[in-house]
C-alpha cells in the first residue's frame, strides 16, 4: 500500500500540523493543498520544501535528504511538517507602563499569516519546540503582547487617549518588523480599547481641560485637585484656568514666573493661558471626552464613543466627577 502524506481537513485556526510518521518511504505521496506548504525536516534542521500539489517523493524532489540519507532507496526518517500560509485572526490583551508609569490596560484583534515558511519553522517551531499549534498559536500571542506593551509604554498617557489613531499607527509599523523575524506577515492591528485607573483618568480630564500636562503631572493625586476646585464658589473666580497653575505648585517649589502676557502686567479677568509648549492642541470649540479622549459633538450628554456621561455644569463646561462648583466657571452643580 502506498504511503499517503496529506493533513486532512486542517482546523480554520491550525496553522501547523505535523505528520505522526517519522518513516516515510521513497514513493510515497505527498499532498500538499492549496495555501499548504510541507517542509521535511531532520534533527532539527530543515531540508527541503514543497508547496502545494500532489508529489511522488523521488530523490528528485526531496534532493538534500536524498544527499543526506545516501543513494538507498531503503525508508528514512525524516519530520513532515505542514504549514498553512492562510490569514488567522488572534485577539490580544495586556497591560503596560504610559511613559509618566500611568497604568494603561489595552485589547484588541491583529491579523497574520505565514510568509517566509523556513524562516518560520526555524524561529519559531523548531527554534522553540513547538509542534503543535495551539503552542504555536500561544507562542505568536505571547509575542505580540510583549511587543505591544514594550511600544505602547514608549508613548504618554495624552497620546494614548488623544492620538490612539497616530499611536496604533506608529505601533503597527513596529510591530510589522517584529513579526518578519519570525517569517510572519502582520496584516493588521486594531487596538480595540485602552482604559487607565480612576485616578488617571481624572488626571487626563485636568491635562485636557487645561492642556498643561506638566503642571497635572506634579500633583499628588489628580482627584485632590478636583475636589480643591470644586469644593468652595470662589474657587474658580470667573477666570477661567488661570487659577491652575497657582493652585498645581507645590509648596515647596520656587514660585513659578508669571506667564508671559502679551499685554504685560496682570493679564485681565477671563485671560486664557496659552498652552504649554508640547500640550495636545486642542482645536477652538472642540470638546473632548475626558474619559476616552475622542472629541464628542458640543453640548454633547454622554460620550458617542465611550458611553461615559459627561457631566457638565449650567453654563455647559465640562466638570468632573464629584465637583460640587464648575472650575471653569464657578457655577453650583447640581
Ligand atoms: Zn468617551
Ligand atoms: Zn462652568
Redesign the pocket.
Given at each position: 500500500m502506498v504511503q499517503v502524506i496529506e493533513w486532512v481537513n486542517p482546523g480554520e485556526d491550525e496553522i501547523i500540523w505535523r505528520y505522526p510518521n517519522e518513516v516515510i518511504k521513497w514513493g510515497a505521496q505527498l499532498i500538499v493543498h492549496e495555501y499548504e506548504v510541507a517542509v521535511f525536516m531532520r534533527d532539527g534542521k530543515i531540508y527541503d520544501v514543497l508547496g502545494p500539489g500532489r508529489h511522488t517523493l523521488t530523490t528528485q524532489n526531496l534532493p538534500l535528504l536524498y544527499r543526506l540519507v545516501g543513494g538507498s532507496n531503503s525508508p528514512f526518517k525524516a519530520t513532515v511538517i505542514f504549514v498553512s500560509m492562510k490569514q488567522f485572526q488572534g485577539r490580544y490583551g495586556g497591560e503596560t507602563q504610559t511613559r509618566e508609569l500611568a497604568p494603561v490596560k489595552y485589547y484588541g484583534v491583529y491579523w497574520f499569516k505565514v510568509a517566509d515558511p523556513v524562516l518560520f519553522i526555524t524561529e519559531v517551531v523548531g527554534g522553540q519546540s513547538l509542534y503543535d499549534t495551539s503552542d504555536v498559536t500561544k507562542f505568536i500571542r505571547a509575542y505580540f503582547n510583549e511587543g505591544m506593551m514594550k511600544h505602547l509604554s514608549a508613548y504618554s498617557i495624552v497620546d494614548l487617549f488623544q492620538n490612539l489613531d497616530m499611536v496604533s499607527t506608529q505601533v503597527k509599523v513596529k510591530l510589522i518588523e517584529d513579526f518578519r523575524r519570525l517569517g510572519l506577515e502582520l496584516v493588521d492591528v486594531k487596538i480595540e480599547g485602552v482604559n487607565t485607573t480612576d485616578e488617571w483618568r481624572q488626571r487626563l480630564f485636568w491635562i485636557m481641560q487645561t492642556g498643561n500636562a506638566q503642571a497635572v503631572m506634579q500633583m499628588d493625586t489628580a482627584k485632590q485637585v478636583a475636589a480643591e476646585l470644586g469644593k468652595s464658589e470662589g474657587a474658580a473666580m470667573g477666570t477661567g484656568m488661570v487659577i491652575m497653575p497657582q493652585l498645581l505648585q507645590q509648596p515647596a517649589q520656587p514660585a513659578q514666573p508669571a506667564q508671559p502676557y502679551a499685554g504685560g502686567g496682570v493679564p485681565p479677568a477671563g485671560y486664557q493661558q496659552p498652552a504649554q509648549p508640547g500640550a495636545p492642541a486642542q482645536p477652538a470649540g472642540q470638546e473632548i471626552?475626558?474619559?476616552?479622549?475622542?472629541p464628542?459633538p458640543p453640548g454633547a450628554r454622554f460620550?458617542?464613543?465611550?458611553?461615559?456621561e459627561?457631566k457638565r455644569c449650567p453654563n455647559g463646561h465640562i466638570v468632573p466627577e464629584g465637583a460640587k462648583f464648575c472650575p471653569v466657571c464657578g457655577a453650583k452643580i447640581e
Open positions: 471626552c475626558p474619559y476616552c479622549g475622542k464628542i460620550c458617542p464613543y465611550c458611553g461615559h459627561i
